[in-house]
């Protein structure tokens, strides 16, 4: 379209726009009042214009979380068709990267284009809050036959750095292993509630609590007879004759052909004693030692 000059009304000015970068020829035909024709041709060098890096990312995430930056970068007169992205020291070209932390933090996470003309875009940041995450209390138990005790460990883990702080009670009395880090040992048979709360280096925690029983044996078949084991009535064929009973049993399972079971059967032996009941087990059935620790 053409408009008269306003400071020259015989001239004429000419507008014209392109969307695309590059070399653009403009021809012009002019006519006088007596129908002459004149062409004129000049050609037009468009510039590209550079994109704009654009994109957004949760304020707040927490450590070893995977986050994917929501990409909004443009370009005026063509399109991106490359992205540099920069996080903690690493580069990745990619539209949609998944990124996450190790370390809790405010991390900075920057953002560069290019688009199809090889123009960049000046570079754009956004910081990320990473948050610590607790650590994760757990305690492991065994109980320890040879020397009466329950033996408790700690069995904590810190997600994002270390566990700094362990602090154990033992029914509500706060305790200590001697020496520290090692094992907590608590005198048995008897029945216990064990906290820990732990601490991480940011200052966060967490409590496990596990409760603890007498260890107990199972056997498979247990009849059971009133009155105390007599030595002398064993026979030599491995039977013993409870003074109550007339009929033979075998005490405790044959230890000659059960050589395995030779712990489970001093130990429910010395229960049996300890009681003053003869506990009895058919030869059948194996004898096992079943740790009912909690």
């Given amino acids: 379209m053409t408009a008269p000059r306003p400071d020259d009304p015989d001239r004429h000015t000419w507008t014209r726009t392109w969307d695309r970068p590059g070399d653009h020829t403009v021809s012009v035909e002019a006519f006088d009042q007596e129908g002459a024709r004149s062409v004129g041709r000049a050609t037009v060098h468009v510039l590209n214009r550079p994109p704009t890096a654009s994109f957004s990312l949760p304020e707040h995430v927490p450590t070893g979380t995977f986050v994917t930056p929501l990409d909004d970068s443009s370009d005026p007169d063509g399109r991106v068709v490359r992205w540099h992205w920069q996080w903690g020291g690493q580069s990745i070209a990619d539209p949609r990267p998944r990124i996450s932390w ?4 405010n991390h900075t996470v920057a953002l560069m284009v290019e688009d199809n003309h090889g ?7 956004a910081t990320v809050v990473v948050e610590n995450r607790p650590p994760v209390a757990h305690i492991t138990s065994f109980w320890d036959a040879g020397r009466g005790e329950h033996v408790v460990a700690d069995a904590s883990v810190d997600p994002d750095g270390n566990v700094t702080g362990r602090h154990w009670t ?3 009395v706060a305790v200590q292993p001697n020496p ?3 094992p907590l040992r608590l005198p048995g048979p008897g029945t216990f509630r064990v906290d820990l709360r732990v601490v991480d280096d940011q200052g966060a925690a967490s409590t496990a609590t596990r409760y603890l029983a007498p260890p107990t044996i199972a056997v498979g078949t247990v009849p059971t007879v009133e009155g105390t084991l007599e030595p002398e009535r064993r026979h030599d064929d491995g039977t013993v004759r409870s003074p109550e009973r007339s009929d033979d049993v075998l005490l405790l399972a044959w230890i000659q052909d059960h050589p395995r079971s030779a712990l489970g059967i001093l130990a429910a032996s010395a229960v049996a004693v300890a009681a003053g009941v003869a506990t009895w087990v058919t030869r059948s ?6 740790d009912d620790v909690a």
């Avoid at 190790?102 to 933090?105: I, W």
């Fill in 180 to 182: 520290p880090g090692t």
């Fill in 119 to 125: 123009a960049v875009s000046q570079r754009v940041e």
């Fill in 170 to 172: 033992v029914d509500g």
């Fill in 102 to 105: 190790d370390a809790p933090g």
């Fill in 285 to 290: 059935e194996p004898i096992r030692q079943k």
